[in-house]
């Protein structure tokens, strides 16, 4: 059996409903999830929510809420918004779920059995908002060196695992499998890391202080560590532990996709564990940038949060979409504003891909009757409809990269073509020509810009799902596409097939929308 395309997101925190930049790594997973289907591949997309520790226990406990009761509430907020974007997952999971509690306690017995875990006492300075422990020299000025907050002074008996004796393993996996970290700039920044000696981490909590949690195996004392019981989420869904037949088929991992900010984490602690489990690494950490707006970092505790949802109900699903894929080089930070998405909406979707569509659209029913011409000669002396036909090999190129910008900007190309060919060919021309003529300008014009319009539409179907379904189907063509080189550098469009205008593809803002 071939392996399945296994890729995940990260476990989002449930103590605040998710924002742009929970939706902004989702959507990049169920491009690369929905391109890999079109592609016919066996795809298992993976994404959830990360429910223990402090940080949700507070948030619990603020609500005057038992912190059960609380994550039960949180998590329908994830999965509306997942819907509502059009995320195509395959399986939600929950580190409350009882299958991965049992999981979490197969690793830690695992490890204990291997040597690789040991009990200690800790003195640490402790950041209760980030759930991390700093060494004194870790600290800025006596603050959390990653959030500038203060700190607690903190010595307890914990149980630890051995990080530094797998240190020198990552720095060689690391060096020789460039793939594994990406962009390389996060790459370097780990190297540079790893060059100071790695501290043991401590991956559990007393009760005495955080009840939140999955039960240490043998202390009735201690609760895992959030992110330890977190990270092991990747191989509870692939059934480590449980299902050997599944695991074999799912693990590696293809890609954990993260943002800039959990890096260390899975490209540090988490090879670090399944090496230690006689486990591969996943094959590829890919970190993104981040959102940011006025300067700063998108954040729930920042408060600067946008809410997608309003995004998605005044522009759409795929322009939210479409804005999200094509502003930055994923690795790069992106600066969001409303007004530049409208700007987007306006000049790449409504004038450009919308124009397109009614303009073949309205042609076609104002000179054929809504029917697609016969071609008898298929030459119209233009490389549009070679340009469309490649648009395969170019979109492919860019997203084994995991590189949908590029991919983008080369659909846009030919979108932009596609117009021009209409103001150089001048179909309305043609049309009164022809009229005392046998000649097949006109349909030979058409019929080459439907084909691009169709093809356009196919391959947009990882990306913009709903407005490639709309194409598809308005040209009486198969919207749930599974495609290989050569399907796709065919002609789609057959005889008998019609066209169906419909409304506005992207229809213009109203001045209220575009003027915000
Ligand atoms: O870190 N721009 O959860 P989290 C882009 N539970 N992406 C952003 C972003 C921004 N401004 N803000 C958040 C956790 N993200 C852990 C993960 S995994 C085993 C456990 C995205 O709710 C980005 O993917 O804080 C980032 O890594 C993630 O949300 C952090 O989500």
New binding site residues.
Partial sequence: MNKIFYLT?????VNAKP????A??NILCDTFARYRRFRGEKVFFLTGT?EHGTKIEKAAREQGKDPRQYVDEMVPQFKELWSLLDIRYDHFIRTTDEEHKTVVKNVLQQLEKAGDIYKAAYRGWYCTPCESFWTKLQLAGGLCPDCRREVQELSEENYFFKLSKYQSWLVSYIKENLEFIQPEIRRNEIISFLKEPLEDLSITRPRSRLSWGIDYPTSKEHVVY??FD??V??ITAAGYSVDATRFENYWPADVH??????VR??AVYWPIMLHALGLKPPKKVLA?????MAGA????SRGNAVDPAELVKKYGVDAFRYFLLHEVTIGNDGAFSEDLLAERYTTDLANNLGNLWFRIASMLEKYFGGKIPVIRQSHTGDDLLEKSFRLWDDVNQAMKNYDPRTATSKIWEVITRANQFIEEKKPWVLARREKDSDDQGLEKVLATLVECVAHVGGILSPFLPETSEKILKRLQLESELTLDQESFSKRWIKEKNKIERGEALFPKLDEEKAAS
């Avoid at 924002?19 to 929970?22: C, F, P, T």
């Avoid at 996709?257 to 959990?262: F, L, M, P, S």
């Avoid at 970092?297 to 729930?300: A, L």
């Fill in positions: 997101t990260p476990l989002y925190y924002h742009i930049g929970h902004y790594t990360d959030v992110w977190a990270l989420n990747y996709a993260v943002g800039k900010d959990i984490q899975h993104h940038g981040w959102w940011t970092k998108v954040s729930k």
